[in-house]
Nanobody, 114 residues
Framework: VQLQASGGGLVQPGGSLTLSCTAS????????LGWYRQGAGKARNLVAG???????NYADSVKGRFTISRDNAKNTVYLKMNNLKPEDTAVYYC?????????WGQGTQVTVSS
């Protein structure tokens, strides 16, 4: 499975961005889709994840601001980010995981700055 992420960029505080990530490959190896982020000098941490059935979970720091969704027909996961803050600045990575498999996409930079 390959993951192709897009949608990063530079945005002012309070602004919005939407990230997308499309998985290609064996459908049986596409499970939970999610987003992680890694700020400069920091660990990579989960931002949000969503199962095939639509069950989602979020990091406390983004609850109420970010929304994850997926289109199973397109094998694509989206992350709608609203009210962005400078501390959201990071490289965002798409991840696909399930029993016995794990795949990572390339990172996409999100910079929140005035």
């Amino acid at each position: 499975v390959q993951l192709q992420a897009s949608g990063g960029g530079l945005v002012q505080p309070g602004g919005s961005l939407t990230l997308s990530c499309t998985a290609s490959g064996s459908a049986s190896s596409i499970g939970v889709l999610g987003w992680y982020r890694q700020g400069a000098g920091k660990a990579r941490n989960l931002v949000a994840g969503i199962s095939r059935g639509g069950n989602s979970n979020y990091a406390d720091s983004v609850k109420g601001r970010f929304t994850i969704s997926r289109d199973n027909a397109k094998n694509t996961v989206y992350l709608k980010m609203n009210n962005l803050k400078p501390e959201d600045t990071a490289v965002y990575y798409c991840r696909n995981w399930g029993t016995g498999f794990e795949h990572w996409g390339q990172g996409t930079q999100v910079t929140v700055s005035s």
